[in-house]
């Protein structure tokens, strides 16, 4: 590991700051192969944290890199990776991969598995990557580490696996590693992996150059720095360092609304009924009944959504994915956390309920699951909390999943009055400050109260429609059906990895099929105000055009924040259109151009 040197944060900003604008991938001493398969993704400048880790990582030095959700941290270790590796790949005396990439989850084993496989392909290199889970049989394990692979991405938890079922010994790691990555390390404790990565860290050699990626500073990620990085070149980039406000990309605007617990149907209704919101849209809820019921409460209007959980199948869940990136449908709603959610409720229930049904809520749930933490949802214009995360970190990881990379977005979050504690700590934790006018979280000003009033009753008459009973029965049938799918699905992508098509995860799952009069909004229940709102929030949307910057030619900082419409109206307002909830926005007037750079 190399040596332990502390780089003051200005340094670093400064650097940041003269280079952006003039330093390309190829200064920064990048293979000309990696440069190409980067042009063929569309990607043709380093984002701030690839500008500053690349090169030291090239250079073999051990890195800590904080960096914002969404600001490109994958690339920012896998490049330099394969480059070091493309120059080893003569040396095949090894017994062990030469580089491990630890993440938290399964879906971020697959998504970081996909990204270097498709760089490997796309530089038509002799590398082989290989994706392991702790589910998989110890003939699985050992037909995958035959060889050896040159990388090895998996969650801590294989690893230990892998020594007990003697398919991985401990002395070839010590031969053979020279890479070491925990990506999204501040998750990894917290997920329960401290005990694996010990159980590891004892053959990692000390000449392995070790690196942590992470969004969020924590404890946990100093923990694992002493676990790791004995002597380490520490970089902390000072776009997140010790300040608060800059957590969140500034190229997401955050909105919120108050409103009471009971009326958050009425008021989501009101969001993507009116298109108030930009496709594609984000719903966060903080347990799995929750997600279906308002799954099943807006396909009674037409509005089709899919979810995604932990209680859903692994292959269901990575199709579900697949296909909401393909753009397949426009809603996605997701419950996080909801492992420790689920447990809560079974700890409530063990007074009542008999020792076995406990065993089962638990047993049904993933351990290494994680439907927001890391996960590169591609193109999700707008977030909403339906239900507000339980910490502030779970805060700026769901919003993270918006305005990545150069993309913008937005976050709306619906607060209700027993959130407001969470809430005010978010604020907070964001760096908001209640003696200066520094609003992180503005009003969100474009849905009138004439305009939710008008759907109330709609609303409230088929929230009652919604009831327990066929929450229960449409997860339970929504589980059998995808338990079915996924073994389908497993057959057949193992001959068509590609094809998206075979299943529709946003079908409706209510018996009766939704009443014709309730999918259109008629006239005479449309409020004129919200009605021009919606107008702008559609011209925003072409202005804005498609997201990906591949086929835009890259032009994504065309777009002027001054020209976006969701920033110069107000529905309360639309005369004093500057004001109010927008107000913020305008004032930090932040041309898109500088987004990516600390402004101090
Ligand atoms: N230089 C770049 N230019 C444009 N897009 C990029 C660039 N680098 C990465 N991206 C894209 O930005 C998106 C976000 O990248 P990535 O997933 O690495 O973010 P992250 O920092 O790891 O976020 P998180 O902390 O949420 O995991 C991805 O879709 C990626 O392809």
Same mark, same amino acid.
């Given at each position: 590991?190399?040596?332990?040197?502390?780089?003051?944060?200005?340094?670093?900003?400064?650097?940041?700051?003269? !280079?952006?604008?003039? @330093?390309?991938?190829?200064? $920064?001493?990048?293979?000309?192969?990696?440069?190409?398969?980067?042009?063929?993704?569309?990607?043709?400048?380093?984002?701030?944290?690839?500008?500053?880790?690349? &090169?030291?990582? $090239?250079?073999?030095?051990?890195?800590?890199?904080?960096?914002?959700?969404?600001?490109?941290?994958?690339?920012?270790?896998?490049?330099?990776?394969?480059?070091?590796?493309?120059?080893?790949?003569?040396?095949?005396?090894?017994?062990?991969?030469?580089?491990?990439?630890?993440?938290?989850?399964?879906?971020?084993?697959?998504?970081?598995?996909?990204?270097?496989?498709?760089?490997?392909?796309?530089?038509?290199? =002799?590398?082989?990557?290989? =994706?392991?889970?702790?589910?998989?049989?110890?003939? #699985?394990?050992?037909?995958?580490?035959?060889?050896?692979?040159?990388?090895?991405?998996?969650?801590?938890?294989?690893?230990?696996?892998?020594?007990?079922?003697?398919?991985?010994?401990?002395?070839?790691?010590?031969?053979?590693?020279?890479?070491?990555?925990?990506?999204?390390?501040?998750?990894?404790?917290?997920?329960?992996?401290?005990?694996?990565? +010990?159980?590891?860290?004892?053959?990692? &050699?000390?000449?392995?150059?070790?690196?942590?990626?992470?969004?969020?500073?924590?404890?946990?990620? !100093?923990?694992?720095?002493?676990?790791?990085?004995?002597?380490?070149?520490?970089?902390?980039?000072?776009?997140?360092?010790?300040?608060?406000?800059?957590?969140?990309?500034?190229?997401?605007? =955050?909105?919120?609304?108050?409103?009471?617990?009971?009326?958050?149907?009425?008021?989501?209704?009101?969001?993507?009924?009116?298109?108030?919101?930009?496709?594609?849209?984000?719903?966060?809820?903080?347990?799995?009944?929750?997600?279906? /019921?308002? +799954? $099943?409460?807006?396909?009674?209007?037409?509005?089709?959504?899919?979810?995604?959980?932990?209680?859903?199948? @692994?292959?269901?869940?990575?199709?579900?994915?697949?296909?909401?990136?393909?753009?397949?449908?426009?809603?996605?709603?997701?419950? #996080?956390?909801?492992?420790?959610?689920?447990?809560?409720?079974?700890?409530?229930?063990?007074?009542?309920? &008999? /020792?076995?049904?406990?065993?089962?809520?638990?047993?049904?749930?993933?351990?290494?699951?994680?439907?927001?933490?890391?996960? %590169?949802?591609?193109?999700?214009?707008?977030?909403?909390?339906?239900?507000?995360?339980?910490?502030?970190?779970?805060?700026?990881? /769901?919003?993270?999943?918006?305005?990545?990379?150069?993309?913008?977005?937005?976050?709306?979050?619906?607060?209700?009055?027993?959130?407001?504690?969470?809430?005010?700590?978010?604020?907070?934790?964001?760096?908001?400050?209640?003696?200066?006018?520094?609003?992180?979280?503005?009003?969100?000003?474009?849905?009138?109260?004439?305009?939710?009033?008008?759907?109330?009753?709609?609303?409230?008459?088929?929230?009652?429609?919604?009831?327990?009973?066929?929450?229960?029965?449409?997860?339970? @049938?929504?589980?059998?059906?995808?338990?079915?799918?996924?073994?389908?699905?497993?057959?057949?992508?193992?001959?068509?990895?590609?094809?998206? %098509?075979?299943?529709?995860?946003?079908?409706?799952?209510?018996?009766?099929? &939704?009443?014709?009069?309730?999918?259109?909004?008629?006239?005479?229940?449309? %409020?004129?105000?919200?009605?021009?709102?919606?107008?702008?929030?559609? $011209?925003?949307?072409?202005?804005?055009?498609?997201?990906?910057?591949?086929?835009?030619?890259?032009?994504?900082?065309?777009?002027?924040?001054?020209?976006?419409?969701?920033?110069?109206?107000?529905?309360?307002?639309?005369?004093?259109?500057?004001?109010?909830?927008?107000?913020?926005?305008?004032?930090?007037?932040?041309?898109? +151009?500088?987004?990516?750079?600390?402004?101090?």
């Amino acid at each position: 590991m190399a040596e332990s040197m502390e780089k003051p944060p200005k340094d670093i900003a400064r650097k940041e700051e003269e !280079e952006e604008e003039e @330093q390309s991938f190829e200064e $920064l001493g990048l293979d000309p192969r990696l440069i190409r398969a980067l042009i063929k993704k569309g990607i043709e400048k380093p984002t701030p944290i690839q500008l500053v880790a690349i &090169p030291l990582i $090239l250079e073999g030095k051990d890195v800590v890199a904080r960096a914002k959700t969404g600001s490109g941290k994958t690339f920012a270790y896998l490049l330099p990776l394969l480059q070091k590796l493309f120059a080893a790949s003569g040396s095949k005396n090894k017994l062990a991969p030469s580089a491990f990439i630890l993440v938290p989850t399964r879906e971020l084993c697959q998504q970081v598995y996909t990204e270097v496989s498709s760089l490997i392909e796309l530089c038509r290199v =002799q590398l082989k990557v290989v =994706q392991l889970t702790s589910s998989m049989p110890a003939s #699985d394990l050992r037909t995958a580490l035959a060889g050896p692979p040159d990388i090895l991405v998996s969650t801590p938890a294989c690893i230990p696996k892998c020594f007990s079922a003697g398919v991985l010994q401990p002395a070839s790691i010590n031969g053979s590693l020279e890479i070491l990555v925990l990506d999204e390390a501040d998750l990894l404790l917290s997920y329960g992996y401290e005990d694996d990565i +010990k159980a590891f860290t004892a053959h990692i &050699p000390k000449r392995c150059q070790c690196l942590l990626m992470s969004a969020t500073s924590s404890g946990d990620v !100093e923990k694992l720095k002493k676990l790791i990085l004995h002597n380490a070149f520490i970089l902390t980039l000072p776009e997140v360092g010790d300040i608060k406000d800059e957590v969140i990309p500034k190229n997401v605007q =955050q909105f919120w609304i108050s409103c009471s617990g009971r009326d958050k149907l009425l008021y989501i209704l009101a969001l993507l009924k009116l298109e108030l919101v930009q496709k594609k849209v984000l719903i966060f809820t903080n347990t799995i009944d929750m997600g279906y /019921r308002v +799954k $099943l409460f807006l396909e009674k209007f037409g509005i089709k959504s899919a979810v995604l959980n932990a209680e859903l199948p @692994q292959n269901s869940r990575l199709h579900i994915l697949e296909e909401f990136n393909a753009g397949l449908f426009d809603y996605l709603i997701a419950t #996080d956390d909801s492992q420790t959610k689920e447990k809560e409720e079974a700890n409530v229930e063990s007074n009542a309920e &008999p /020792r076995k049904s406990r065993k089962h809520t638990k047993q049904k749930l993933d351990s290494e699951f994680g439907v927001v933490r890391g996960i %590169d949802f591609k193109n999700v214009h707008t977030v909403i909390n339906f239900e507000m995360p339980q910490s502030a970190a779970g805060y700026v990881h /769901r919003i993270g999943r918006t305005g990545r990379a150069y993309n913008t977005g937005s976050s709306i979050s619906l607060v209700s009055s027993d959130e407001m504690e969470v809430f005010e700590e978010i604020k907070y934790f964001l760096g908001e400050d209640e003696n200066k006018d520094s609003n992180l979280i503005s009003p969100f000003s474009l849905l009138s109260k004439n305009a939710v009033e008008s759907l109330r009753y709609r609303a409230e008459d088929v929230a009652k429609s919604v009831t327990k009973v066929a929450v229960r029965e449409s997860r339970a @049938q929504d589980l059998r059906n995808e338990i079915l799918n996924s073994e389908k699905l497993k057959a057949h992508f193992e001959v068509n990895p590609r094809d998206l %098509d075979l299943l529709k995860h946003d079908k409706v799952l209510s018996k009766k099929p &939704p009443a014709p009069h309730l999918r259109d909004v008629p006239d005479y229940l449309l %409020d004129p105000t919200t009605q021009e709102a919606s107008k702008f929030v559609k $011209l925003a949307r072409a202005a804005m055009g498609n997201t990906n910057p591949a086929r835009r030619g890259g032009s994504k900082r065309k777009f002027k924040k001054n020209k976006d419409p969701l920033k110069t109206f107000s529905a309360e307002a639309p005369k004093r259109a500057r004001n109010g909830g927008m107000k913020r926005e305008d004032k930090d007037g932040n041309s898109h +151009k500088h987004k990516n750079r600390k402004s101090s």
